[in-house]
């Protein structure tokens, strides 16, 4: 029987380890909180990963290490190369294959469709935190891939949509959002995410490169109106949120003091290719309209 660790506890690594699980493989959770799924196979630990001792004792034995955690967003530039290290000594001394989740920041603001050999050519401090993580695994050594996710969307999704627009359209409520909201966009569902890191974890193609999750691309308005025809609720009242805005938002939480550095540029689209996660690993998008169900569904 197979064995997995998963460095990780919100949606997209309970998602992956309940994929594993129902295969009949063995998955150790590690969080601070302890937290994930429940399920026979499922064995949730309570430890920091920047032990790297405690760590390496807890991957000893597993095929693969599944990384899907991070610090505090405004935190990402001092602690990312701490847990980063850790996650990396770890497979190094256990001989685990290593499979990252990363996202589309370390490419910087260029203009799509993006495909994974693009240069990591991020100037931001977050941006190039994450292109300093791969970069650092691929020169390693080590049996590394990383699996690149655009903004996340679907049940237990944490990103600007869940926080700033899904509840808003639910209440018909106004919705403000610091992204233009005519400009096409791509999404990335946590199931297909976890799809995606499965297949990656399982297929020696996949080793030594990136690839991007499968995405729906639509402008934030068209999800917004998506979601409120699937749910009954009346149309979207959507404004773009300006500088000022995000700026006072700031004061209440340093999250939204971080989104400056990755807004798109104005009037370009944010379009990643996908099309050799398709053709290789074989995942393809789930569509819009079920994920959004789904979200309705679990409320």
Same mark, same amino acid.
């Given at each position: ?66 990384? /899907? ?156 109106? $998506? ?9 979207? $009242? ?38 050799? /996660? ?22």
């Amino acid at each position: 029987m197979k064995s997995h660790v998963i460095v990780g506890r919100g949606a997209a690594a309970s998602k992956t380890a309940l994929l594993l699980a129902e295969d009949g493989e063995r998955v150790r959770m590690i969080s601070r909180t302890g937290g994930g799924p429940d399920h026979p196979l499922i064995d949730k630990v309570t430890a920091d990963a920047t032990d790297t001792d405690r760590l390496t004792e807890l991957t000893e034995g597993a095929d693969t290490l599944i990384t /899907t955690a991070a610090p505090p967003y405004h935190l990402w530039p001092e602690q990312f190369p701490i847990l980063s290290g850790s996650l990396l000594s770890a497979v190094k001394r256990t001989g685990a294959a290593y499979v990252m989740l990363g996202n589309l920041y370390a490419y910087g603001p260029v203009s799509g469709p993006i495909t994974p050999d693009f240069p990591l050519a991020a100037t931001g401090p977050k941006g190039r935190t994450r292109a300093r993580a791969w970069e650092e695994a691929a020169a390693s050594g080590v049996k590394v891939t990383e699996v690149r996710a655009a903004q996340f969307y679907g049940a237990g999704a944490f990103s600007v949509f869940s926080l700033m627009v899904q509840r808003q359209v639910l209440e018909g409520k106004l919705v403000l959002v610091p992204q233009e909201l005519d400009v096409p966009h791509s999404y990335s569902a946590i199931g297909d995410t976890a799809r995606t890191l499965v297949a990656a974890s399982r297929n020696e193609q996949a080793y030594g490169r990136a690839w991007h999750v499968p995405t729906s691309t639509l402008s934030v308005r068209e999800l917004a109106v $998506r979601l409120a025809e699937l749910a009954g609720a009346r149309e979207p $009242r959507m404004e773009e949120m300006t500088e000022r805005d995000l700026t006072l938002l700031a004061f209440t939480e340093p999250f939204w003091a971080e989104m400056h550095e990755v807004l798109t540029k104005p009037g370009h689209p944010f379009v990643i290719d996908y099309s050799e /996660t398709e053709k290789i690993l074989g995942v393809s998008a789930t569509p819009a309209n079920d994920v959004l169900r789904e979200v309705i569904q679990k409320g």
